[in-house]
Each structure stands twice: as C-alpha cells, then as structure tokens.
C-alpha cells in the first residue's frame, strides 16, 4: 500500500514527539492525582512513597494505594484512551464529526452481549467479553444497514440510524434488567452508568494485553486515515484497499470498545468529546491526533473519574454520569454546526 510506505516529513515527526511528551506529562500528573485524592485524600508524597513501598509504615494507605486507586485509575486511563481512539477512528472512516462509538450503539450492543454473559454466569474474560464483541458488531452492521449503505459518506442517514439502534439497544438492556430478581439487580444498573471501581490489576492487565496490539493497527493505518478524509476517489488514486482498511479498523474499534464494556460498562461521549479538542487544537494529522487521543483521553477519563469520587459528599457516582455532563452538551453544539 503505497500511502503507509511514503517517508514520514521531520516536522511531523517532531510535532507529534513534543504533543505525545506533553500529554505523557499531563497523563502521569492525573494519574498521581487519582492516587491521591478520594474519600481519605492523601498527599502525594505519601501515595507515591505507598506505591514505591507496598507494606511496611502506613499498611492501610499502602492498601487503599494498591488495591483500590491503583488499578482503577489504570483502568481509567485505559479505557479513556481505548473510547477516544475508537471515536477518531469512526470521524475518519465515516467522515461524519458526529460519529462515535455511544452514540452509534456499539456501546448499547455490546453492553447487551455482557448483560447476557453476566446473566449466563459466565466469567468476565473471555466469555462476557466475547459476547460483547459480538453484540458490538451486530450493532454495527445494523446501523450501516439502516442507513442504506452510505456510511462512508457520513450524513443524517448514519446518525439517525444509530440513535434508532442505539434506543432499541436501551430498551433490550432495560427488558434484560427487568428479568433479573437478585441481588445482581443494582450491581448492573450501576455498571451501565459507567463504574469503574470495580477493576483489580489482573483485569487491567487483560484489557491492556487486548488494547495495545489494537492501538498498534490504528497507528499502523493512520496517515490512511489521513487519505480518507479527503475523499474514496483520491484514496483509490494512491492505492488504499478502502474495503480491506475499512472491515480492519471496524473490526478492531469495535473489539476495544466491547473490551472496555465488558470491564467497566456504558460510558458514553469521550470518543467525541476528546477527539474534537484535539482536532481544533492540533488539526486534522492522524499521525498526530493519534497518540493524543490516547493519551489526552486517558488523562481525560481519569480526571472524570476523579470528579465523580471526590463531588459527592458521601459515596460516588459513576463515571460515565461525568462524561455524559460533559459530552452531551458539546453533541448539541456539534449538531447544530453541522446543520
């Protein structure tokens, strides 16, 4: 494929080191905020010393560390990065602003597939997040159904079909959570809204272990990306397999978004929210806005995650109640831009 191959331009390649230092620096700094802060706020010093020194002076603190704000901030920062990635690749692929991963259905479809995983009784990984992926690209394949094939070209057919798919997917969830008597019952309903306090580091690492080959294609393929946003004609002239790049990055971005589903439930609107900053901020360079996208949208799901633990006098409120204060806003505004 000719376009992966042509030479990378110095300036490129020395803009996205600094943006990538940068957002690197700024992830590390929410990270060790999320360490930190909670509903027993520690200094950072002593998180940091807690986390260089498990056990020893301050148990308690090592504990409240290590198995609580450790593997949930990791697991923010994974599934912040894995959302904005998948909703940068589906803007590019379907040229469409508004296109994401939420607001497609994917979420809703693959949040049925655990739904049904977890009712079945089965474990986390693999079976709750294969029935996940399934459920995401049946979805998929629905929404470009309904719009009539015209994905690619973006426009009102797509994001209509996918809030129709993406309300008929709500009341599956709805019907499926009906049907549950147990104690199971708030346990769901409290990870649809998007919980992420319920990870260990053993499941941070699986989702890592699925996630890194994943942002691996989609860095490999993106200055196609940059190919396609400027139309199938020239994309054919320089020799891109639109249908083969196209069923690969659906593929894989609908494998990270039922990834992150099956360990954290619904949370919907980083995968627009973060990608448009970006592109206002750094333009339209894939090869840029992809490792700002990982890295903005993991600093991004971290800092929302702190918000929803530290707002509330008492308890905490699920993330995804945070993000959807944030995106659902910036949809309305975008929607009004592009009518």
Not at 43 to 71: C, K, N, T, Y
Request: hydrophobic share 55%; proline share 4%.
């Amino acid at each position: 494929m000719t376009v992966m191959t042509e030479p990378i331009a110095p300036g490129i390649v020395r803009r996205a080191v600094a943006v990538t230092g940068l957002l690197f620096a700024l992830l590390l700094v929410t990270l060790v905020l999320g360490l930190s802060l909670g509903s027993s706020d520690t200094s950072v010093l002593a998180a940091v010393r807690s986390l260089m020194h498990e056990g020893g002076d301050g148990e308690l603190l090592s504990a409240i560390v290590w198995r609580i704000r450790l593997p949930r901030v990791l697991l923010a920062a994974a599934v912040g990065a894995a959302l904005s990635v998948g909703g940068l690749v589906f803007q590019a692929l379907l040229r469409n602003p508004l296109a994401e991963p939420y607001i497609l259905g994917l979420s809703g479809g693959a949040a049925i597939g655990a739904i049904c995983g977890i009712l079945m009784g089965l474990a986390r990984f693999p079976g709750v997040g294969l029935l996940a992926f399934l459920g995401s690209c049946a979805t998929l394949l629905l929404v470009l159904v309904f719009s009539g094939g015209r994905g690619m070209q973006g426009g009102a057919s797509l994001l209509l079909s996918g809030v129709m798919i993406n309300s008929f997917c709500s009341a599956i969830i709805m019907f499926l959570v009906s049907l549950t008597q147990d104690a199971r019952l708030h346990n769901i309903i409290f990870w649809l809204m998007g919980d992420l306090g319920r990870g260990d580091l053993f499941q941070v690492g699986i989702l890592a272990a699925v996630l890194l080959p994943c942002f691996g294609v989609v860095f490999w393929y993106a200055n196609v990306m940059n190919v396609l946003l400027m139309g199938r004609e020239l994309a054919l002239t320089t020799g891109v397999d639109i249908r083969k790049v196209t069923v690969i990055l659906l593929g894989v971005t609908s494998l990270m978004v039922s990834a992150t589903v099956s360990q954290c439930g619904l949370i919907g609107f980083v995968g627009l929210v973060v990608p448009h900053v970006f592109r206002l901020i750094l333009g339209s360079d894939h090869r840029v806005l992809l490792p700002a996208c990982m890295l903005g949208g993991g600093a991004y799901m971290v800092l929302c995650d702190l918000l929803a633990r530290t707002l509330p006098k008492q308890g905490e409120m699920p993330a995804g109640v945070i993000t959807a204060m944030i995106g659902a806003p910036l949809f309305i505004m975008l929607l009004k831009r592009t009518k």
